[in-house]
């Protein structure tokens, strides 16, 4: 069964406002004082370091999370939701239940990709929407 149209712009506006109040988090000013300090050793400020590297690949993820979620409220409002941008195909209701923003269908089932260690595209989900 397909959620309503009603049902799902309400779902993926409450994800995208929790999206951008997560990316608000990251986009806040550090307190004063909490710069990095690297010292002369070997460990000193290695700790925040990664942590502020970790923090900038989660906050690239939340604002690729965002635009699919405003372009699936735009396919919404133009009447093209459920429909691949690809190649123009209805997207599974099953892929739409579990991520609503899918803009993309998967067209090539699991069974016909390579399973070759060499086929890279094989590994890649990726590869596997149109």
Do not use: H
């Not at 002369?40 to 993820?61: F, H, L, P, Q």
């Not at 372009?71 to 009447?79: F, H, I």
């Amino acid at each position: 069964m397909t959620p309503e149209p009603t049902d799902v712009e309400q779902l993926l506006r409450v994800r995208l406002d929790e999206i951008r109040a997560r990316i608000a988090e990251f986009a806040r000013a550090p307190e004063p004082g909490a710069g990095i300090d690297f010292g002369k050793r070997i460990g000193d400020g290695t700790s925040e370091a990664i942590s502020r590297r970790n923090e900038i690949g989660v906050g690239n993820s939340l604002l690729v999370t965002e635009e699919k979620l405003e372009r699936a409220l735009a396919k919404l409002e133009d009447g093209s939701y459920g429909r691949c941008d690809s190649c123009g195909r209805a997207i599974a209701p099953g892929r739409l239940r579990a991520a609503p923003e899918s803009a993309l269908c998967i067209m090539r089932p699991l069974s016909t990709v390579s399973l070759d260690a060499a086929d890279t595209s094989a590994r890649s989900p990726r590869s596997w929407a149109c």
